[in-house]
């Protein structure tokens, strides 16, 4: 798999850009990743700080419900203009009612993140229609040692608004040349909002990825979307890397591949796979609301950012 | 824990009673339970039949979708008044949009399962209206070579409309006193059936159980019928067994008394632990789409059957 990406001819000037960082959700197991993830940013070019209460720890929560609402306020007050998660786990449905959607959208920060911060960018998205990024988080992506350097890469250009095009190779496509808003992250937490005023109601291109769900397990959330009404009406189901997925001796040669095999009897929809998204270390940042078009062609598809 | 029933009066008069054995399901892996379940019937008063696919095998199915859906319209044809369920596993959801609703509440049988098979109780629920029954299924409960007495006395009352009363034993109930339509079963299959036609939408009695689901998981799960508005407008919530909970070192601590505490501050609901159903051995026989009663008293719980 490979990604490529266009930058904008010119870079808008502008000072050094600053990353608020906040834990929405889990409690950071290894805060020495956190730091690197700051000195990683440093470099980058980025002011960093981090929330008071992002290494905070109540039971599997990364603080107590209002420790963790809080830092939502405390980033909008503070001058960085991105908000990163530092990781996902576990925790941000619990939040979504009490967190105040309208200021965070007024607010014009960048907030990225993936996983379990899925829920927060559709909230934002069903609530406002505001876009959000789904990309890297400090631990996962910017904590270790060495840096995946396409994912900064394509982080820096969307930080920027310099990213064009996305083009990834496919091995499993349909053909598809079509424009809509992007919109999706984890398949397990767009299916936590069916039938909640968190999902928003976007006919578009629908973006998916999960880790450690077996096969049977991702067939059946992805039918939760088809008997919801939600697959039949995309422009196109864009599948990211779906990763650990726990085998079972019953599964019998039922696999990823029977699960879309399956699917593509049942929806016309178009399926492209290979999205370089998702539990990995080669990760796109998308923006999560934006109308942005798709097309494929032998072997490769192709995002294409700035659709107006 | 202990389930008690207090028998109707009088039987009512009947011969010999049918029970049509089939697999809409994950395939069956130890056909010789099947074979042992059919003997422990039989024992029990009953004349078994077994589906010609129910041992058939389609990757982790038992059968294809096609055959699967043909064994329905088999059971309607068959003479057999109890419709029971080999196993569960996964693949009910699959088969949702194509079963004949109508003939199969029109058809007067009692079908009986939990698990997977909760899909199509709650879908025939929501699509007619018609009472099924949560229960045990042939391989599981009947298929070892010693039988769980107070599971096949359970079995046997509901079977006969001779169940007046379940009584339990709950170290975690909130006081109520409720008249409700009761319905539920496994908690991952309501939550996919959650914006989709498949959910009944009932102001009821919800049960729910869950196996191999860890405690985050549950709680996600909860929280989408949370925000869904669907446990705020229940009368009682009564928790049946989640077992087989994986655990994981970033727990600290939290686990299902968590989740039930929590959720305690999110609803007012009455919480009502320790029913006897779920993947365990002794389960009870209820009727999904029935309206029951429920109440407590310390120490207790009663679900009251026959409410009209």
Redesign the interface.
Known sequence: MTASHTPAPAAKGRGRPGIYLMSPS??V?APERIEQAQAHLKELGFRTALDRTALA?Y???AGTDTQRIAAFRRALRHKGEIVMATRG??GM??L??HLDWRALADSGKRFVGHSDFTAFQLALLAQTGAVSWAGPMASFDFGGKRLNQLTVDLFMDAMRDELELLSFETDDADPVDARGVLWGGNL?LV????????LPRVRGILFLEDVNESA?RV???L??LL??GILATQKAIVLGRFTEMPK?S?????DMH?VIA?LRHQVRTPIITGLPFGHVSLKATLPVGARVGIATEPGMAHLVFHEH
Chains 1, 2 share one sequence.
């Open positions: 889990g409690r197991t720890e039971q599997r929560f786990g576990y449905t619990r979504l009612p397990a299916c936590a909002l069916v039938g909640t005023p968190w049977y067939e059946r959330m039918i939760h008997h919801s079972s019953l599964d019998a040669g039922y029977s399956w």
